[in-house]
């Protein structure tokens, strides 16, 4: 069955120090992959995605992810954590064999303290 | 990014009545929309995939007569809680597909007394 793991409720970092957010994920294929920040009482915002091509995908706010294939896994990244990173990241992945079916991930709570 | 927007953002209403809640793709047409719910704390239950101008595809468990939902041009999705309960109180979001990923509404917070 296709599913997408979010393996900690919850990430406290320090300001300044790098954070990461794991996803680890089973679909059938290769899959499209995703991560969405919620900020409270609003909508999710699209941060990044991988398609195809290089592993590595660079977005918004200087966030990365890094799509490795072997280990079925996209953990979301970034070099130097700010307060105001602190929210609510889902990983998600659309199944590219049904193209409307979307996994999200249960979410991960980021806690950038000062 | 696409923007979309939800009308209302919060809504009160009384036990017994019903509420209607408006998705809005602002500046791309959006063949297939989906509807969420959320729970404080908890991750996103989709309830239902509207396509327009045919009929939504709910996911098991959602109440098709409960929770009307209709996509009647390629920018606007509704979703109606008909008899809404004090148990209906949640966070709902909707989403409208872009080529790969959904572009997400700010959400609407219903609150049922």
């Known amino acids: 069955a296709q599913s997408v793991a979010q393996p900690e409720d919850q990430v406290n970092v320090a300001e300044g120090n790098p954070l990461t957010v794991k996803c680890t994920y089973s679909?059938?294929?290769?899959?499209?992959l995703f991560w969405y920040v919620q900020y409270p009482n609003r909508g999710l915002q699209f941060l990044l995605k991988y398609i195809t091509g290089d592993n590595l995908v660079k977005g918004s706010y200087g966030f990365e992810a890094e799509f490795n294939k072997s280990q079925t896994s996209f953990h979301l990244k970034k070099p130097s954590a700010l307060v105001s990173d602190s929210a609510l990241y889902f990983c998600a992945v659309r199944d590219r064999y049904n193209f409307n079916k979307f996994y999200f991930g249960s979410g991960t709570k980021l806690n950038v303290k000062p | 990014g696409a923007v979309v927007s939800q009308h209302p953002s919060r809504v009160i209403c009384k036990s017994g009545t019903s509420v209607k809640i408006e998705c809005r793709s602002l500046d791309f047409q959006a063949t297939t929309m989906f509807w969420y719910r959320q729970f404080p704390k908890q991750s996103l239950m989709l309830m239902a995939t509207s396509n327009e101008g045919s009929k939504a595809t709910y996911e098991q468990g959602v109440e098709k007569d409960k929770f009307l939902i209709n996509h009647a041009s390629l920018t606007l999705s509704t979703l109606t809680v008909t008899s809404a309960h004090p148990e209906d109180s949640s966070f709902y979001i909707c989403?409208?597909?872009?080529?790969?990923?959904?572009?997400f509404g700010p959400g609407t917070r219903l609150t049922v007394t």
């Open positions: 989403s409208a597909l872009g080529v790969y990923e959904q572009y």
């Open positions: 679909v059938s294929g290769n899959p499209y």
